[in-house]
């Protein structure tokens, strides 16, 4: 019978698209429903900000010689295959130039588009999530303290920091 209820457990609509992190578009990277991965005016990264212009980054895939991702297509954008997911960069939509990096165990946006700014993208699709590992250092992702901080991050229990599940929101 239409509209009856379900007998199965509540579960959120979380709808997969793909291209969202094409070359080219903006994307907000959001840690909750009021909260996102944003900069402060230093270029330095917290994941407590608003959902503004300072959160807003754009997307771009590496090329050249240096592209560790070069033997996958943007078919891998949902992270399904090609070891794992994708390979990125995020450059400030505020900062133009300043690219999101991991480096001497730091997160910060000062980054100028080389091989510290590469961040695998692994798509956790049930979820709607997902998570940004460093190229550099595998193992390594951007992750947040409990006080909204970003920190480096491991898949271990080690640190302060936890890898953070972003939900990949675009913007244009």
């Known amino acids: ?96 130039d300043q690219f999101l990096r991991l480096k001497d165990g730091v997160i910060d946006c000062r980054g100028t588009g080389d091989v510290a700014c590469y961040f695998r993208v692994a798509r956790q699709k049930a979820e709607g999530t997902a998570t940004l590992e460093s190229v550099r250092q595998p193992g390594s992702f951007v992750g947040l303290t409990p006080d909204g901080r970003a920190a480096v991050a491991d898949n271990e229990d080690s640190g302060t920091a936890t890898p953070a599940r972003f939900f990949v929101e675009v913007v244009t």
Do not use: I, Y
Request: aromatic residues 6%; charged residues 25%.
């Open 1 to 96: 019978w239409k509209g009856a209820p379900s007998d199965g457990p509540a579960r959120l609509l979380a709808p997969h698209c793909r291209g969202a992190l094409r070359d080219g578009g903006v994307v907000m990277l959001g840690c909750s429903a009021t909260q996102a991965l944003s900069l402060d005016h230093d270029n330095s990264v917290h994941g407590a900000g608003g959902r503004g212009p300072m959160a807003q980054f754009r997307v771009w895939r590496p090329t050249g010689e240096d592209d560790p991702d070069d033997t996958a297509g943007d078919e891998d954008d949902d992270g399904s295959g090609g070891g794992g997911g994708s390979v990125r960069l995020f450059e400030s939509v505020v900062f133009p």
